[in-house]
C-alpha cells in the first residue's frame, strides 16, 4: 500500500523506524550546538491538571483544590502531533494525580504511538487491575509516598488512608513477584524534619516489599507553598542530616535496592544493576536535556523548559502548533543561552545544568527570581483571559454544517468485469497525446503502449527514493520520488526541474494539476515535524517552477486540483487532525474556504459540483459542494463495511463519476473493512458499488489510471498485481 501517508497512521517497524529518525536527527544538532532543531522532543511530559485526591501539606493543593485540566482535544492535539516521533511520555504529580484525570485516554495514545510512560502517583488509585493494564507501556512508576509509618504518611498526605495505599503497592509488588514484567518501580519519599529520623527505616520497609527497584529521595521546595516548619535545617543539624543519609545508604546496600539521591547533589547507591531508562538522556553536550529532548506542557497549555518554576514560557499548545513551540524565538534563546554558557536567572546553579557556572546564593537573588515568578504568572493569567475571549483554539473544530443525503449505496457488481494483467508499477499515468501507459518501477520510468504491450524501459533516474508522482502533460512527463526532486523526461532525457524545500519532502500525483494558467505543485512530507506545504506554479509546461506560496498552518499539500473557471482547489494536512481547502486564481495568494474537517482527501470537479472524499477515524463518506464551496456540502455516509477513506474521484463523461475506496497499511485500521469502488451516474446524487477488493487487501491500488471511457476501463496496479476493470454504464 501506498507510503505516502502522515505519521499517525504509521505502525510496528515503520513507527520504529521514524522514531529512530528523529532521534538521530535530533542528536546530530545537538552535537552541532545548533539552537533549531529538525529533530521533534524525545520525551513529551503533561502536566494536563491540577485536581487532586489529596491536600499534602507541602502541595499548593493544601491551601485549594485544583480546577484547571487539559481537555480531551488539547491533550489529543499535542500527543498526536509529538508522539508519533517521541519516545516517552511523562505524566507527573505537580500538585495533582493523573491517575484521575483523562489516564486512559492518555495509556491508549501511548500505546497507539508506541511510546513508554513514566507516571508518578499518590497511589490511592493504582490498583492491582489498573497496574495489570497499564504495564503494556509503562517503563517507570513511582509511587510518592513520604513516609512507611502510618501517623506520619497520613499526617503528611492528607486525605489518603495508609491501609489503601499500601494495600495497592503490596497488591503491585505481589503482581510482579508472579508475572515479572520489567517495568521500573520506585518510592520516593520528599525529605521533612518528620521523616528524617526514619529515612533508613523506609528504604528497609522498600527493600522487604521484594519488587522495587529504587527509593528516591526528594528536596523539600516552598516555592509553591511554603512548609517552614517542615524544612530539616529547621529541627536538625546538617551533621545529623547527612548521618540520616549515609544510615540510609547502608540499608540500601543491606537490603539490595537502589537509593537515588540526585536532588541533594549527592551519587547514587547502586545495590543491584539497573537497566536504562528510555531514552537516554542528551548529557555533555553544554545543553540541559529538558531543552535539548523534553516537551513540558502545562494544564493551562503552557509550556515551559521544565518542571521547575521559572518565567520562562515558551508558547500555549491551546493557540500554538507544538513544533513551533520546540522550535519557537524563546527555546531557541535559552538554549544559545546554555551554548554560550553565559546563563540565564533561573538555569545558572541549577543541578541539570552543571555547565553553567553557578552564581553566589544571596537572599536579594532569590527575591528577584521570586519576584519574575510572579509577574510571569500574573501575565500568563492575563494572556489566558484574552485568548480565551478573542483568539480561536488551534484544534480541529467539530465536523461542519452539511446536508446529509441518504447514500443508496447499491449492490451493482455484476456489471464489473476484472481481468489480471502484468503486473505494473503502482505509479502509472496514460500519456494524453496517444493514450499509451507510463509507469514508475523502481527507479525507471517504464512505457508500454497498451496495456497488452511489454514494457520498455525509457530512463533510470540515480536515486534510492519511493516513486511519488506521475503526470503526463501534452509534450513530456513529470516524475518525482521521495528525494526532494521534482523531474522531467521530455522525450530525449530527464532534468530535474524543482528542488523542494526538504530532500525528504515529495510531490504525489494528486498533489500535481494543469489548466490554462499553467501548472500548480504542492510539496508533501512526513518527515518528524514536516511543514512543508509550498506551492509552486509552470507557466512554460514544467521547464521550469516559481514558488508562489507557503501554507505555514499545514503540514503539506494532499491535492491540487484545476476546477471550472481557472481557480485551483488546494487541500492541506494540518496539525490537530484537520485539513483545509483553499482557493486560487491566476498564481495568487490561496483563500482559506473551508477548514476544521479531516476530509478532502481527493477533489473532482464536474459542471455541476465539486466533489471530495473524506479520510476520517469512522463515519467516512463522499461530499459534494453544489452551492459553492464556502456554503454546507451534500455528504452522502459510506457502508459500515467500506467505511475507509476516499482516495480518489475519477470524472466520466455524462456526469459519471468513479471513487476508490482504499485505506493506509495500518492493520487495526482495516480490521473488518473492505476497500471498494463506488460509481455514480447521476453527478454524485447516488452511488452504488461495483467492485470489492479481496479481504486480505493484497489487490488495493493506490489509484486509479482511466484508460478508455466507452466502455470504462480502469488499470488498478496493486503492490504485485495488477488488473483491468471494465464497466458498462451505458447511458
Known amino acids: 500500500m501506498t507510503q505516502h501517508l502522515p505519521t499517525r497512521r504509521t505502525q ?73 516521533t517521541a519516545r516517552k511520555l511523562v505524566l507527573t504529580t505537580a500538585g495533582a494525580e493523573p491517575l484521575a484525570v483523562d489516564y486512559e485516554l492518555l495509556m491508549q495514545q501511548a500505546l497507539r504511538n508506541e511510546v513508554r510512560v513514566d507516571a508518578v502517583t499518590n497511589g490511592t488509585l493504582l490498583t492491582r487491575d489498573l497496574y495489570r493494564e497499564s504495564r503494556r507501556t509503562l517503563d517507570h512508576l513511582n509511587i510518592s509516598l513520604d513516609s512507611h509509618r502510618p501517623e506520619i504518611y497520613e499526617r503528611i498526605r492528607l486525605g489518603a488512608k495508609y491501609e489503601r495505599v499500601f494495600g495497592n503497592l503490596r497488591a503491585v509488588c ?220 488551534i484544534f480541529a473544530p467539530r465536523l461542519p454544517a452539511m446536508i446529509e443525503r441518504e447514500g443508496h449505496f447499491v449492490d451493482r457488481t455484476a456489471l464489473a468485469k476484472v481481468t489480471a494483467v502484468a503486473a505494473i508499477g503502482m505509479i502509472a499515468a496514460t500519456d494524453p497525446r496517444d493514450g499509451s501507459i507510463w509507469s514508475l518501477e523502481g527507479n525507471a520510468l517504464v512505457h508500454r503502449p497498451t496495456i497488452d504491450h511489454a514494457p520498455r524501459i525509457v530512463d533510470r533516474v540515480e536515486t534510492t527514493g ?97 476546477l471550472q473557471g481557472g481557480s485551483i482547489a488546494i487541500t492541506t494536512g494540518d496539525i490537530a487532525d484537520e485539513r483545509r481547502l483553499y482557493v486560487t486564481k491566476d498564481g495568487g495568494r490561496p483563500r482559506l474556504v473551508r477548514r476544521g474537517w479531516s476530509g478532502y482527501t481527493a477533489i473532482a470537479p464536474t459542471a455541476e459540483a465539486v466533489h471530495c472524499g473524506t479520510d476520517l477515524p469512522e463515519g467516512n463518506g463522499l461530499v459534494a459542494f453544489r452551492a459553492g464551496l464556502s456554503r454546507p456540502p451534500e455528504f452522502r455516509r459510506l457502508p459500515v463495511e467500506h467505511d475507509c477513506q476516499i482516495r480518489q474521484i475519477l470524472v466520466l463523461p455524462r456526469g459519471h463519476l468513479l471513487a476508490l475506496c482504499a485505506a493506509d497499511n495500518a492493520p487495526a485500521f482495516r480490521d473488518g473493512r473492505r476497500a471498494a469502488i463506488f460509481c455514480s451516474v447521476d453527478d454524485g446524487r447516488s452511488f452504488s458499488v461495483v467492485y470489492r477488493f479481496a479481504p486480505d487487501w493484497h489487490d488495493v491500488p493506490d489509484s486509479m489510471v482511466l484508460l478508455q471511457t466507452d466502455p470504462v476501463v480502469v488499470l488498478l496496479a496493486a503492490p504485485s498485481v495488477s488488473s483491468v476493470l471494465e464497466l458498462q454504464l451505458g447511458g
Open 174 to 393: 505481589e503482581t510482579r513477584q508472579a508475572e515479572p514484567d520489567g517495568v521500573l518501580l520506585s518510592v520516593s519519599a520528599i525529605v521533612m524534619a518528620s521523616n528524617v529520623p526514619h529515612l533508613a527505616d523506609f528504604v528497609r520497609f522498600a527493600a522487604a516489599l521484594g519488587t522495587v527497584d529504587g527509593v528516591v529521595f526528594q528536596r523539600l521546595r516552598h516555592e509553591e507553598k511554603p512548609i517552614p516548619e517542615e524544612e530539616p535545617s529547621s529541627v536538625w543539624t546538617e551533621q545529623q542530616i547527612q548521618q540520616s543519609f549515609a544510615e540510609a545508604r547502608q540499608a540500601a546496600l543491606d537490603g539490595g535496592i537502589n537509593l537515588f539521591l540526585s536532588e541533594f547533589g549527592q551519587p547514587p547507591t547502586l545495590a543491584r544493576p539497573l537497566r536504562d531508562k528510555v531514552p537516554m538522556t542528551i548529557e555533555g553536550q553544554g545543553l540541559c536535556w529538558f531543552l535539548a529532548q523534553n516537551f513540558t506542557v502545562m494544564y493551562t497549555g503552557e509550556v515551559f523548559p521544565c518542571c521547575i518554576p521559572t518565567d520562562y514560557s515558551l508558547g500555549n499548545v491551546l493557540y500554538q502548533d507544538p513544533v513551533d513551540i520546540w522550535n519557537g524565538t524563546p527555546m531557541q534563546k535559552l538554549r544559545s543561552a546554555h551554548l554560550s554558557r553565559r546563563g540565564t536567572t533561573f538555569c545558572s546553579g541549577c543541578l541539570h545544568a552543571p555547565h553553567l557556572p553557578a552564581p553566589e546564593s544571596s537572599r536579594l537573588r532569590e527575591q528577584v527570581k521570586a519576584a519574575r515568578v510572579a509577574v510571569s504568572e500574573a501575565m500568563i493569567k492575563a494572556r489566558e483571559r484574552f485568548h480565551a475571549r478573542f483568539t480561536p483554539r
Open 466 to 562: 519511493t516513486p511519488s508522482c506521475l503526470h503526463a502533460t501534452d509534450d513530456a512527463l513529470l516524475f518525482g520520488f521521495e528525494d526532494g526532486k521534482l523531474r522531467r523526461f521530455d522525450g530525449s532525457g530527464t532534468t530535474i526541474v524543482l528542488e523542494l524545500s526538504d530532500p525528504r519532502s515529495f510531490v504525489r500525483t494528486a498533489g500535481i494539476s494543469q489548466s490554462a494558467a499553467g501548472i500548480v505543485i504542492g510539496e508533501y512530507g512526513v518527515f518528524p515535524g514536516a511543514r512543508c506545504a509550498h506551492l509552486y506554479r509552470s507557466a512554460d509546461g514544467g521547464r521550469s517552477f516559481l514558488h508562489t506560496s507557503h501554507l505555514r498552518a499545514a503540514r503539506h499539500v494532499h491535492v491540487v486540483q484545476a
Open 12 to 84: 510496528g517497524a515503520a513507527l520504529a523506524s521514524l522514531k529512530s529518525a528523529n532521534s538521530l536527527l535530533l542528536r546530530e544538532d545537538v552535537t552541532a550546538r545548533r539552537t533549531i532543531y529538525r529533530g521533534l522532543p524525545e520525551v513529551v511530559t503533561l502536566n494536563h491538571t491540577d485536581i487532586c485526591n489529596l491536600r499534602c501539606i507541602m502541595c499548593p493543593r493544601n491551601l485549594a483544590q485544583g480546577t484547571n485540566r487539559l481537555d480531551a482535544d488539547a491533550l489529543m492535539h499535542v500527543t498526536n502531533e509529538l508522539l508519533p
